[in-house]
């Protein structure tokens, strides 16, 4: 194996202590931090990415409410819910976890959260002010992985960076963090034509596609820091859309799956929950 593997779990650890400080201080100046997280229906993944969240927050000393609301659930009573929790000045950071019931219509729910307490970075306020290089809340999975690229001190700088995939979740904000670090960014995405003669380019190359070993040896520069931000259940085994051995002879860095950028995602939500927190106790 040529890569040398990013180690998540260990940088997700120790900024996460970092994080308790910053939470012990808020507490001590009269401000407990706090996430409310609306979970609808009995989805497994949600049911599991949610008892992370909660428990990650009370590690970290941050209060964490579930608001756990049936399948069958109305438009209505999910806008109230959150309009409740825009209105509560205890709560600092709302988070709907997704995906909702097909019958919910997302963009709405989304559009209703106070950007201000927006910690996922999803709200078209937060999109625009990430767009136009203002402060506001950025997506945890690509602040995540911007870290790890910091952490290992991979420069980005000048480098040509691929992101293959353009979700407004991942693949959008990536690139717009990537570009903001003066990174010359590429996109790609389902219909980019010779794909491969692309990433190919790629110093630093993101997969955010949903497909388990999508990216292949021959896709990947020598030497190449590959990003994996795949979540794929296969067989009952969770991988992500790289070809792990096989890129691992031919990357300089890699990420495993799991236990590289999943565990900063939930950093990074903590870290938003934090600021959002400070900002209002200024
Ligand atoms: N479902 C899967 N990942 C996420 C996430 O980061 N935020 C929300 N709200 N839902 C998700």
Do not use: W
Not at 206 to 219: L, N, P, Q, Y
């Amino acid at each position: 194996m040529a890569a040398k593997l990013i180690d998540g779990r260990t940088v997700a650890k120790e900024y996460k202590e970092k994080l308790a400080l910053r939470a012990q201080a808020l507490v001590e100046s009269g401000v407990t931090p706090h996430l409310a997280v609306v979970l609808v229906g009995e989805n497994p993944a949600s049911q599991v990415y949610v008892r992370n969240k909660e428990n990650a927050c009370i590690k970290a000393g941050i209060r964490s409410t579930v608001i756990r609301l049936e399948e069958s659930c109305t438009q209505a009573a999910l806008e109230e819910t959150v309009e409740k929790l825009n209105a509560d000045q205890s709560v600092h950071g709302i988070l709907v976890q997704l995906p909702l019931p097909r019958h919910l219509d997302e963009a709405r729910v989304l559009r209703l959260i106070d950007p201000d307490k927006d910690v996922d970075g999803f709200h078209a306020m937060n999109s625009g002010r990430l767009m136009n290089g203002q402060k506001g809340f950025v997506p945890c999975t690509p602040l995540g992985v911007m870290e790890l690229l910091r952490a290992y001190d991979i420069p980005v700088e000048g480098r040509h960076a691929v992101v293959i995939g353009r979700s407004n979740i991942v693949g959008k904000p990536q690139a717009m963090l990537l570009l903001h670090a003066n990174a010359t960014v590429t996109v790609c995405h389902s219909r980019t034509q010779n794909l491969a003669e692309i990433t190919r380019q790629a110093d630093i190359l993101v997969a955010a596609v949903g497909r388990a070993g999508f990216v292949t040896a021959d896709m990947v520069k020598p030497g190449a820091a590959v990003i994996d931000v795949g979540i794929n259940r296969v067989d009952g085994k969770i991988v992500g859309d790289v070809d792990f051995e096989a890129v691992s002879e031919v990357a300089g860095y890699l990420t495993p799956v799991p236990g590289g950028v999943g565990q900063m995602t939930i950093a990074m939500l903590l870290a938003n929950t934090l600021d959002a927190a400070e900002r209002c106790g200024r």
